[in-house]
């Protein structure tokens, strides 16, 4: 009599064992999902912050032009008010001084786009990376298989269940 409770109890506790593996199993596979998922989104998220930067950066160089146009127009008004014939091109001081200001300008935005590039490809490398990060948690969940880890538990419960069986004297069959 006590050996058919003690092999009774082995079994449903080897029962027990396998849906509770089943359900852990179920439950890191659904992890790796939901992991995957907000790697995705993280990607989405970069890419539309890199094409937020690319956008500043075409306002920012807007607006430097602008400011370069209003620098040119006070250093003439300037220069005008000071008796100086803005444009006479005989003059190669007051020329100067305009096409200084353009230059600086210009180097000015060339400086602005690269910075802008520089955020901009930071931003697309880190939407790459959650990217490939998505489909490494994607193929974890898809190596996650409940079934098998349930089964998996079964079997090796119900083999131990039935050597400790054996090993109490218990006969099986014939």
Excluded at 89 to 114: F, H, K, P, V, Y
């Amino acid at each position: 009599m006590c050996t058919g409770i003690s092999i009774a109890l082995s079994a449903a506790g080897t029962l027990m064992s396998a849906v509770s593996a089943y359900q852990a199993s179920q439950a890191s596979k659904a992890q790796a999902n939901y992991q995957a998922a907000v790697a995705r989104n993280n990607a989405i998220t970069a890419r539309q912050t890199a094409a937020a930067i690319a956008e500043r950066g075409k306002v920012a160089e807007a607006d430097h032009r602008r400011k370069i146009r209003q620098a040119r127009g006070r250093a003439r008004a300037v220069q005008a008010a000071s008796g100086f014939l803005v444009d006479d091109t005989a003059d190669a001081s007051n020329q100067q001084l305009i096409q200084d200001i353009a230059e600086l300008g210009q180097l000015d935005i060339l400086r602005i786009r690269d910075n802008v590039a520089l955020e901009e490809r930071r931003a697309r490398i880190q939407g790459v990376n959650y990217q490939a990060q998505a489909g490494l948690f994607s193929a974890q969940a898809g190596s996650i298989n409940p079934l098998a880890a349930g089964a998996s538990t079964l079997i090796s419960g119900a083999s131990a269940t039935f050597r400790t069986a054996t090993d109490l004297g218990f006969k099986f069959g014939r």
